[in-house]
T-cell receptor
């Protein structure tokens, strides 16, 4: 069974530029999560989707971050404009339901210069 | 105060040693508890859930003390392949909203 797929794996951009990350969850998984992980820290939830609905986006900095999951399958997370402090690993995870285990993708490592 | 606190380590132990990690959580309403493992530059992976009565999976034993709000993970007979960061995770219910600790790094040497 294919796992959670994320792209790109690495991204280097200059500050103030836009950037987008893509995630394809495990087939059949209705719940999708985006996390941010800083060096030496655990992942922190940014947003959770149940199908195409964002049911928890309380931790998403909405002034510069946006996300979508239009057809309830793959999802895109965008930052515009990026700041130096956004340098981190962005992890996508999926689960069959909110009551089942989360499986993480390999992450996108973002460096903002 | 962080919601989930862990000793960052690193714990440097020889092969075959027994090592224990502790973790404390601040929200007494937390219902579900887990240990995740994260290898360097890899994604976190579920190691085991933690049940009130304590549970064991091979060389790994997890314990929960709700009164003191702490969770432990014991690894017996450490292997080189156990070297990783171990993340303590709590949730208010099920797997829905996971709160991760910063992790404890383990290095097992020959």
């Amino acid at each position: 069974e294919a796992g959670v797929v994320q792209s790109p794996r690495y991204k280097i951009i200059e500050k103030k530029q836009p950037v987008a990350f893509w995630c394809n969850p495990i087939s059949g998984h209705n719940t999708l999560y985006w996390y941010l992980q800083n060096l030496g820290q655990g992942p922190e939830l940014l947003i959770r989707y149940e199908n195409e609905e964002a049911v928890d986006d309380s931790q998403l900095p909405k002034d510069r971050f946006s996300a979508e999951r239009l057809k309830g399958v793959d999802s895109t997370l965008k930052i515009q404009p990026a700041e130096l402090g956004d340098s981190a690993v962005y992890l996508c995870a999926s689960s069959f339901s909110k009551a089942s285990g989360q499986f993480f993708g390999p992450g996108t490592r973002l460096t903002v210069t | 105060r962080k919601e989930v606190e862990q000793d960052p380590g690193p714990f440097n132990v020889p092969e075959g040693a027994t090592v224990a990690f502790n973790c404390t959580y601040s929200n007494s309403a937390s219902q579900s508890f887990f240990w995740y493992r994260q290898d360097c530059r890899k994604e976190p992976k579920l190691l085991m859930s933690v049940y009130s009565s304590g549970n064991e999976d091979g060389r790994f034993t997890a314990q929960l003390n709700r009164a003191s709000q702490y969770i432990s993970l014991l690894i017996r007979d450490s292997k080189l392949s156990d070297s990783a960061t171990y993340l303590c995770v709590v949730s208010l219910g099920g797997y829905n909203k996971l709160i991760f600790g910063a992790g404890t790094r383990l290095a097992v040497h020959p």
